[in-house]
């Protein structure tokens, strides 16, 4: 693609990604560790679950540890701390999951922690 980088999310290429808006979330690693880095990586990359937004997250996270990962195994160590540090620098998400989750509703009340109101007359 246009980014200089082959890499596709389910079969179409990330330059192509809809909305547009967050496309430059996506090409974010790219933008910043710069397209030599990505020479001769192929990259393809499955998605489940989630809305467009969350999505677009996780496909930058999953290029951005991809990318970690093949400097660990193919490359050296010093230029794979080069580019951890780059990415962290820049937002920790790309590199580290958000373990936030849905807190599960108890009983008592309509939400997980807000109770029925209650009246003393």
Do not use: H
Not at 1 to 20: H, K, R, T
Not at 49 to 60: D, F, K, L
Not at 101 to 109: A, L, N, S, T
Request: glycine content about 10%; aromatic content about 10%.
């Amino acid at each position: 693609g246009s980014s200089g980088i082959n890499a596709e999310y389910g079969g179409v290429p990330i330059d192509l990604l809809e909305p547009s808006a967050l496309r430059y979330k996506v090409l974010e690693p790219v933008l910043l560790l710069g397209k030599k880095r990505f020479e001769g990586v192929d990259i393809r990359i499955r998605v489940r679950g989630g809305g467009a937004t969350a999505r677009v997250y996780a496909i930058r996270q999953a290029i951005s540890k991809s990318l970690v990962a093949y400097y660990q195994k193919f490359v050296d160590e010093t230029s794979k701390k080069e580019v951890k540090d780059i990415l962290l620098n820049y937002d920790k998400a790309m590199l580290v999951a958000d373990p936030r989750r849905c807190e599960p509703k108890k009983f008592g009340g309509p939400g997980a922690r807000a109770k029925y109101q209650k009246s003393y007359r």
